[in-house]
């Protein structure tokens, strides 16, 4: 089945760690995208790409790097320059010329809780 | 950049009423999408909105893209228990190709529905 998998479900990290989340897509989708969710404040968008080599910072990119290598593969790293990195992260893949124009599909998501 | 007020923040309602949850721009956008998150998941698209005035509706579901560009409502009819989770609002202006893809979320709606 075609889809988007995010790895781990759950991540527990001490304080100071750098931390990769993983995301994987094989719907031959062009663009991805990270978010991060916090109670009460929606989706705020990290990093995005809508190609592979290349991409651009979202609103909130302090604190976190990506490399887009493979056009089905967007991992994000939470750095340790990152204040409050405890939060749900999602994935997200879109296709330009799609079905629904601006339509997203997203992974699972990751928790993770840096203590 | 471009915010997104949704309303209300939480619902609470029992099983059988209608919902009705909106949301407003501080700028326009030329595409409104919907999006549902069941808890633990990533959101997934309940219905996409492409012009000014347009109401769609998806099975008890309707959703409306304002006259000013600026707005947009989700009305559910009849609610059930699987109804509850959180509701989104985004948001996308493709300015030429630089914001292909790129939404802004509200905050969301939590909705609950008591049997």
């Known amino acids: 089945d075609g889809g988007i998998t995010q790895s781990p479900k759950y991540l527990f990290r001490k304080e100071g760690q750098n931390v990769t989340l993983s995301c994987e897509q094989n719907l031959n989708h062009d663009a991805m995208y990270w978010y991060r969710q916090d109670p009460g404040q929606g989706l705020r968008l990290i990093y995005y790409s809508q190609i592979v080599n290349d991409f651009q910072k979202g609103d909130i990119a302090e604190g976190y790097s990506v490399s887009r290598e493979k056009k089905e593969s967007f991992p994000l790293t939470v750095t340790s320059a990152q204040k409050n990195p405890t939060a749900f992260y999602l994935c997200?893949?879109?296709?330009?010329?799609?079905?629904?124009?601006?339509?997203?599909?997203f992974g699972p998501g990751t928790r993770l809780t840096v203590l | 950049g471009q915010q997104l007020n949704q309303s209300p923040q939480s619902m609470f309602i029992q099983e059988g009423e209608d919902v009705s949850m909106n949301c407003t721009s501080s700028?326009?956008?030329?595409?409104w999408l919907w999006y549902k998150q069941d808890p633990g998941e990533g959101p997934v698209l309940l219905i996409a909105?492409?012009?000014?005035?347009e109401l769609t509706s998806n099975g008890r579901l309707t959703a409306q893209f304002g006259i000013t560009r600026k707005d947009s409502f989700l009305n559910i009819s009849a609610s059930i228990p699987s109804d509850v989770g959180i509701y989104f609002c985004?948001?996308?202006?493709?300015?030429?190709?630089?914001?292909?893809?790129?939404?802004?979320f509200g905050q969301g709606t939590i909705l609950t529905v008591h049997p």
């Open positions: 700028s326009i956008f030329n595409t």
């Open positions: 985004a948001g996308n202006f493709n300015a030429g190709g630089t914001s292909y893809g790129k939404l802004t």
């Open positions: 997200a893949s879109s296709i330009e010329g799609g079905r629904v124009v601006g339509e997203q599909f």
């Open positions: 909105l492409y012009k000014a005035g």
